[in-house]
């Protein structure tokens, strides 16, 4: 025991927020929000409030090092500790990846897990912070459970928490918190042992000797010590190679998006004639990944496709997977070789925690979602260096580069011309009046003829989780045309300022056909019309997307 920290518990008395609905992925705000008095307390008060039996057990906590993570850890390791749990893990300096989270709850057995994390999002003292409750499966709470914490906290009169000081997260070891030992482990260890079990670490060893060039940018934030020890230590990349991987609190002032506009350094030095063979690079919490073998960027949705197609080559993966599963705005890649592999398919809604229950019950190994999250049922959030790892596997067992993997992929399955459009930061009333206006003439748009095709259906997306039983209305409009392709809209449900209208834009084009084609030109059709259909401008007095990927 390094210290025992003598305290009491104390009740204090708090008023509610009307504003802590979770979205996409747990509660995200600027740092300014929850550096309000009581605002993060209240939070955590009402997610223990709907939890039931965690008296005595162990509560994982953890973020990816951006502003605030350190403050907020102590703020939440008070409450927990005053509300009766017997034990924390808390990752060294307060840092873990979500997909680690994830794995050490699950591998010690606890009750749930913290993480703190705004993922892609811009950190620093301007920037934004978040926070999500993980169950005891290590997956993101379910809408069920995430309602009710909504319910609870719109109500809250008090919250529960110590008048004792702060932990050290910089001490490996335990200390006492009250009732409740913290104890503060290596964030690394135990994910890296996984990914050795996973993967064939010796013949990437051996790939990499022999000459494969490889980068990878832990973009400042919380990969870069996970890349050291897996990258660098156990597979012998050259230590110059892992670039950005000291973690900072405001990831260097970049946006820690994996994507080719905010990673762009590491993507242009793959697309070059003569750079590395594969360029990778993960997001703010390491759950997301960016894959770019030499002049062939690849798509997340095709990378989800390829990977179902080649798990069987890595030792996790050998005896094939159960099923697969993607959210509906993915593109339809992967359904090929579902359909092929006569693997069953499930079409969820955006957002990783509608993927536990079909990784819990066996139903599918593997999943994934056109945002650069690819990941399988070793944990339950999807991971960045996961992905990596397997298409380092999956190149070193095949012995070809990216480009002729990805062709030679196409040339069997077709492929699937995909892009996706955001507007950020619109009005969010105007946004809802496009989403509402556009729902209203879902009816007329049906026959109707188009630059893109003729309109064949038009519906609001709702998912049916047969596990649990639960109904999740309105999750984006999907408008099908005839020849295969597909419009998709939604509103984002992690960003914290305005509106962000999503548009996906998908263009099927079969085995035989032209697979080499420039996206932006291949789907150039459907993306004008994806514009008049939903009268963006109008709308939005936005004419052009201002990120596309
Ligand atoms: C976005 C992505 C979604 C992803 C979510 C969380 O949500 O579209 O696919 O699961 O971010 O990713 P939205 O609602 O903004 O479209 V991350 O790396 O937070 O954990
Ligand atoms: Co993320």
């Not at 747990?26 to 307390?41: N, P, S």
């Not at 609001?460 to 047969?466: A, L, T």
Request: hydrophobic share 40%; with cysteine; net charge negative.
């Amino acid at each position: 025991m390094k210290a025992c920290l003598m305290a009491n518990v104390l009740t204090i008395s708090t008023s509610a927020f009307d504003d802590q609905k979770p979205g996409t992925s747990g509660l995200r705000k600027k740092v300014t929000r929850f550096q309000e008095d009581h605002y993060l307390e209240n939070f955590v008060q009402s997610v223990f409030a709907c939890l039931d039996g965690f008296a005595g057990k162990t509560l994982v906590v953890g973020g990816d090092g951006r502003f605030h993570n350190d403050v907020a850890i102590q703020t939440i390791l008070k409450v927990a500790a005053a509300n009766g749990f017997g034990r924390a893990l808390v990752g060294l300096g307060g840092i873990l990846s979500t997909p680690a989270v994830s794995h050490l709850i699950r591998k010690t057995e606890s009750f749930g897990g913290i993480i703190l994390s705004a993922s892609h999002n811009p950190g620093g003292p301007d920037g934004d912070f978040g926070i999500k409750y993980n169950t005891a499966n290590g997956g993101p709470a379910t809408e069920v459970l995430t309602d009710r914490f909504y319910e609870y906290s719109r109500t809250i009169t008090s919250y529960k928490t110590l008048d004792g000081l702060d932990v050290d997260l910089e001490q490996l070891g335990t200390q006492r918190l009250g009732s409740m030992d913290v104890e503060i482990v290596d964030p690394v260890e135990d994910y890296a042992e996984l990914m050795e079990t996973l993967f064939d670490f010796g013949a990437i060893r051996t790939f990499v000797k022999s000459g494969f060039k490889f980068k990878f940018d832990a973009m400042h934030a919380v990969t870069g010590p996970y890349a050291k020890e897996i990258f660098t230590k156990r597979l012998g990349v050259p230590a110059s190679d892992v670039l950005n991987a000291s973690p900072k609190s405001d990831f260097g002032g970049g946006h820690p998006d994996p994507n080719p506009i905010h990673a762009q350094k590491i993507f242009d030095m793959a697309m070059s004639g003569d750079g590395p063979d594969l360029c990778a690079a993960s997001d703010g919490d390491g759950d997301r990944n960016l894959i770019v073998g030499r002049k062939c960027f690849v798509a997340p949705s095709d990378s989800l496709a390829a990977i179902a197609a080649n798990a069987h080559l890595t030792p996790g993966y050998g005896n094939g997977l159960k099923g697969v599963g993607r959210s509906m705005p993915t593109s339809g890649a992967v359904d090929k070789v579902a359909e092929a592999k006569g693997l069953p398919l499930y079409e969820t809604p955006t957002g990783w925690k509608f993927f536990g229950n079909l990784l819990d019950s066996g139903d599918i190994t593997l999943c994934g979602e056109e945002s650069a999250g690819t990941g399988s049922d070793h944990v339950r959030e999807k991971d960045g260096l996961w992905a990596v790892l397997m298409w380092l596997n999956i190149l070193a067992a095949r012995k070809q580069s990216v480009a002729e993997i990805m062709m030679d992929h196409w040339s069997i399955y077709g492929r699937n011309y995909y892009a996706r459009h955001d507007y950020e930061e619109v009005d969010a009333a105007a946004a809802k009046e496009l989403m509402a206006a556009l729902e209203t003439g879902l009816g007329s748009l049906v026959g109707q003829e188009t630059a893109a095709g003729i309109v064949k259906t038009a519906d609001v997306f709702s998912y049916y989780d047969s596990i649990d039983e639960s109904f999740t209305d309105n999750q984006g409009i999907r408008i099908l045309f005839e020849n295969g392709s597909r419009i998709v809209y939604r509103l984002s449900g992690t960003g914290t300022v305005g509106a962000t209208l999503r548009v996906y834009l998908e263009r099927y084009e079969p085995a035989e056909g032209d697979l080499a084609q420039d996206t932006s030109e291949a789907i150039a059709d459907l993306v004008s019309v994806s514009k008049s259909l939903a009268s963006i401008d109008r709308f939005t007095g936005r004419s052009e997307p201002n990120v596309i990927t």
